[in-house]
Every structure is written in structure tokens, then in C-alpha cells.
């Protein structure tokens, strides 16, 4: 739909939804050309990449910010034919993911925290080996590799608390194979960013990442989307200054 409003020669198309809703429409509208500019109503589930833009929950002031039409160009993230506007999770934090959108009785940062402890408990840590900009910046057991362009994910967590959304990098968050009790109490911390200096942590910025991976198969989502890559490794590419998005 967001490729044929690109082709009828739209000048907004508007998401009305979440992550998810926004990842498929920035999507169509990349792949026409990206000569159209993103609005959004914020009625998902986890809002990350709004909540990154302060965008109100009020459909009101959603449709004033819309019709104001103030715009910021925004740098966006390429892995093999996919885009994404707001972060990539790679094992663990794409497992949570996959089970959090099987669970609809819970709401919130409860459903998170309900998916963390679910998959903690049969998790088998992926041996990786993560280049940034070409250099090798982790070779090992890991628990999660987040690739942010914006700062939270999962519906709030904090996993790359300094990203900016057009300043030309990724910010990432690797956690390193931690045993069960020491993940379950790193968990809070993530929800405010408070990780960043933990000795399992490593953080760092880069335009270009490739991963790496021994198992068969290996746990990605892009903005909470879940996708199939085509091979044992991938690489993710930073885009800059690609997509128009309408900002309160």
C-alpha cells in the first residue's frame, strides 16, 4: 500500500499503528524511492521508535503534528533487501520478541519482562564473531547483539541509551553469555539504561556491521518484525539522511 501511495504521488502517508505498522510502511516507501514523507498515529503496542520523537498518545495532537507537516530527515539501517528505521536484535532480544508477540494478555513492560523469563530459561547462547567498520569486535558466546539507530526497543528498554537517529552511526549493545541469575538482574538495569558500563556489556558506534554465526540459525527482528536471512552471515549498512518523518 505505502509503494502504490509513493506511486500515486502522495506527499505524506500516514502509519497508523506501532514499530511494526511504521517498519512496513517506511519499507514501501523506501523501496519506491523514499520521495515521500512519514507521519504516524501512535496506537501499537510498543511505540519504540515514537517514543524516540516524544510523539503523543492523543490522536488530537497526532493529527495536529501531522498537518503541521514539521519534517526531520532520518538515516536508516540496511540488512540484505530489508530496511529498518529504529533498531535491529540478534539472538536474545529477538527471541524475547518472537514470543512477546504470541502473548496477548498482557500489556506493557509486563509482557517483556513475561517474555525475558520464558525464553531465559531455554536459551542457548549463539557463538559470533561481530565486525565493526571492518575490524573485529567480538568474536564468541553471546546473549545479544542490539544494533541501534534509535535508543530503546521492546517497548521501552533502553539498550542503546546515547543513539541519535541521524548522526551518521549505530550505537550497539552486545551482551556477552551470562549465566541465567546474572541476566535476570542485569534485566532492570537495560530498562534505563543503566547497562552500559557492566563488565558482560561492550558498546560501541559503527556505519557498518557484519555478523558472523556458527549455529544453523540464529534469531533476528528488525523493529520487532521478523525476518528470514538468507545465509550464516549478513551485514547491516547505515544509510544516512534517507527517510522524511513528521516530528511533533
Known amino acids: 500500500m505505502a509503494r502504490e501511495g509513493v506511486a500515486a504521488g502522495f506527499d505524506t502517508l500516514v502509519a497508523v499503528g ?18 515521500v514523507a512519514l507521519g504516524a498515529i501512535r496506537v501499537g503496542s510498543g511505540n519504540d521508535f515514537l517514543r524516540y520523537f516524544d ?17 526531520q530527515v532520518i538515516d536508516i539501517g540496511q540488512v540484505e533487501n530489508h530496511y529498518f528505521v529504529n533498531a535491529i536484535g540478534i539472538g536474545f532480544d529477538a527471541e524475547v520478541g518472537y514470543e512477546m508477540s504470541k502473548i496477548h494478555w498482557l500489556g506493557g513492560t509486563a509482557v517483556y519482562f513475561y517474555a525475558v523469563l520464558k525464553r531465559l530459561l531455554r536459551y542457548h547462547t549463539p557463538r559470533v564473531s561481530i565486525y565493526t567498520d571492518e575490524k573485529l569486535f567480538f568474536h564468541g558466546e553471546m546473549t545479544l547483539l542490539a544494533v541501534g539507530n ?17 548522526d551518521g552511526q549505530f550505537d550497539l549493545c552486545l551482551i556477552q553469555a551470562i549465566p541465567i541469575r546474572k541476566a535476570a538482574t542485569l534485566l532492570p538495569r537495560v530498562l534505563y539504561g543503566r547497562h552500559t558500563v557492566h563488565p558482560d ?12 554465526f556458527d549455529s544453523e ?25 534517507q527517510l522524511r518523518v513528521i516530528v511533533p
Open 18 to 35: 506501532g514499530d511494526g505498522t511504521i517498519h512496513e510502511v517506511a519499507n514501501g516507501i523506501l523501496q519506491a524511492g523514499g520521495a
Open 55 to 71: 510523539f503523543p498518545v492523543d490522536f488530537e495532537q497526532a493529527m495536529d503534528i501531522i498537518a503541521a507537516g514539521r519534517e
Open 150 to 166: 534509535g535508543v530503546s526497543t521492546g517497548g521501552g528498554f533502553r539498550l542503546t541509551p546515547d543513539a541519535k537517529i541521524n
Open 201 to 212: 556489556v561492550k558498546m560501541t558506534r559503527a556505519r557498518l556491521i557484519k555478523v558472523i
Open 217 to 241: 540459525s540464529l534469531a533476528v527482528h528488525l523493529d520487532g518484525e521478523f525476518d528470514e536471512l538468507d545465509s550464516r552471515s549478513f551485514t547491516i549498512d547505515l544509510l544516512p539522511k
